[in-house]
């Protein structure tokens, strides 16, 4: 696979089967993820964004619906925490190793405790960011799990 990124390499590496989906990112929309599920076709339910948030001082990673709000006080409870917030971008790029608008749960340069929406299990195949702007895998919800070490939680406002 010549675009390979290192979240493509890393579910290759864990034996996890997906699809790439490309887009046209657009820098410019104002609600990024909702951009990607129209330009994809997808329903924004089975389309996810990668977040990344600080609990109590410590970095994590969050996936959640592209439309849905994120509940800082379920991350925190989620991850056994008694706060959080979102990381500053400089910081997630740093800890990441990708881009503001192409972050991937998977293959981050360094890995961090993950929790993924349980509105996941509930959809056929869930739609990620696969570690560049414009750049997205399919993948059941199980295996997004499986790859992450995620945990499954209630995130949403």
């Known amino acids: 696979?010549?675009?390979?990124?290192?979240?493509?390499?890393?579910?290759?590496?864990?034996?996890?089967?997906?699809?790439?989906v490309e887009y046209e990112y657009d820098p410019t929309a104002a609600q990024t993820g909702n951009h990607a599920a129209a330009a994809i076709g997808e329903a924004p339910e089975r389309v996810f964004k990668t977040l990344m948030v600080m609990v109590d001082g410590r970095p994590a990673c969050v996936v959640v619906p592209v439309a849905a709000t994120l509940s800082m006080k379920k991350v925190a409870a989620a991850f056994g925490g008694k706060s959080a917030e979102m990381?500053?971008?400089?910081?997630?790029?740093?800890?990441?190793?990708?881009?503001?608008?192409?972050?991937?749960?998977?293959?981050?340069?360094?890995?961090?405790?993950?929790?993924?929406?349980?509105?996941?299990?509930?959809?056929?195949?869930?739609?990620?960011?696969?570690?560049?702007?414009?750049?997205?895998?399919?993948?059941?919800?199980?295996?997004?799990v499986a790859a992450t070490g995620a945990i499954t939680a209630d995130l949403l406002a």
């Open 87 to 144: 990381m500053q971008p400089a910081a997630a790029e740093r800890s990441t190793g990708f881009r503001v608008g192409g972050i991937s749960p998977f293959g981050q340069r360094r890995r961090v405790r993950t929790a993924l929406a349980r509105e996941a299990l509930a959809q056929p195949s869930v739609v990620i960011n696969g570690g560049k702007r414009g750049y997205l895998v399919r993948l059941s919800a199980a295996d997004a």
């Open 1 to 20: 696979m010549s675009k390979a990124t290192p979240a493509t390499t890393a579910l290759e590496k864990a034996g996890v089967t997906f699809d790439v």
